[in-house]
């Protein structure tokens, strides 16, 4: 048992961590990991983390052996493929730059190609679990319902408005920031899910109603998020779901999965 603890307790410490994108997840990161290298389209913002500065995808590629993408579905849709061919393993945190199913079969069957992992954290919602254990019987119907501060998505209303409802693959066209969690939840349930988005002026958290029916019943889940203590815009529980992963990233005992 000790020797295990050690060996796991040094892989993850040898593990070169790479990041995408010096935003707030990355600031989150760098406080409980050591980073290795960086690179963000825009340099300066990465000049408190402490790691190597890459000029280019390629040197980051070069002094990482994981690579966590925190910068933007355009992003994930440049870099992922070129990821994925080296070789190293990708966290990816936009998961909106995979709403092209297309450019998704690719990028997964180059993983499976390469003997890569893809990690798509669950983010700002639970419940991932629960889909993936129901669809092996079927699913019937997945909904989403996010509502957000309105000056955060842009609006200016008086009172709680519904301002989109469509499907997840148009809805992250709109907003592609802020319903990355609609995208995860239509590749875990495999159909476009249905969405609805509201801007309310009177909150400040970022909350989430799923419901989801099956042959096994039906699920509800609401999520009420609290800004991460850096940046209000982004939900405290998608910064932690990348460190739960890193740090879980050995284990040999996978629950709930
Ligand atoms: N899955 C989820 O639940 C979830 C939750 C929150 C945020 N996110 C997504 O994670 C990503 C990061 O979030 P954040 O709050 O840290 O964002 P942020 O805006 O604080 O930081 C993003 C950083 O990435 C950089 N960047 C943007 N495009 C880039 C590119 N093509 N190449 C290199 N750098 C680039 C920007 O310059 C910026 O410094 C965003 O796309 C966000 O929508 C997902």
Redesign the pocket.
């Given at each position: 048992m000790a020797t295990y603890l050690i060996e796991h307790m040094f892989k993850v410490m040898l593990m070169r961590i790479g990041v995408?994108?010096?935003?707030?997840?990355?600031h989150e990161l760098s406080k409980k990991f050591k980073i290795s290298a960086v690179?963000?389209?825009?340099p300066e913002?990465c000049n408190d983390i402490d790691a190597f500065l890459c000029e280019d995808i390629g040197s980051l590629i070069t002094h990482s052996d994981i690579i966590i993408e925190?910068?933007?579905?355009?992003?994930v849709k440049?870099y992922a493929l070129r990821i994925i061919d080296s070789g190293r393993d990708l966290v990816i945190?936009?998961?909106?730059g995979l709403v092209e199913q297309d450019f998704r079969e690719r990028l997964f069957t180059l993983a499976k190609e390469k003997g890569t992992y893809i990690y798509l954290?669950s983010?700002?919602?639970g419940g991932i679990d629960l889909i993936k254990t129901a669809k092996i019987a079927g699913l019937h119907c997945v909904t989403l319902r996010s509502t957000k501060n309105a000056k955060t998505l842009g609006y200016n209303v008086k009172e709680k408005t519904l301002i989109f409802k469509g499907k997840a693959s148009q809805a992250i066209e709109k907003f592609p920031?802020s319903v990355?969690?609609s995208v995860?939840l239509s590749i875990v349930s495999g159909m476009d899910i249905d969405v609805e988005v509201y801007a309310d002026p009177d909150i400040k958290e970022n909350m989430h109603d799923i419901v989801v029916e099956g042959e096994f019943g039906k699920a509800e889940f609401k999520i009420i998020n609290r800004a991460s203590p850096a940046?209000p815009?982004?939900?405290y529980l998608?910064v932690l779901?990348p460190l739960y992963l890193l740090e879980n990233l050995e284990d040999v005992v996978k629950i709930g999965v």
């Open positions: 995408i994108g010096c935003g707030n997840i990355a690179y963000d389209i825009c913002r925190a910068a933007s579905p355009q992003a440049d945190m936009s998961i909106g954290p983010g700002a919602i920031k990355n969690v995860l940046n815009r982004t939900s998608a779901s």
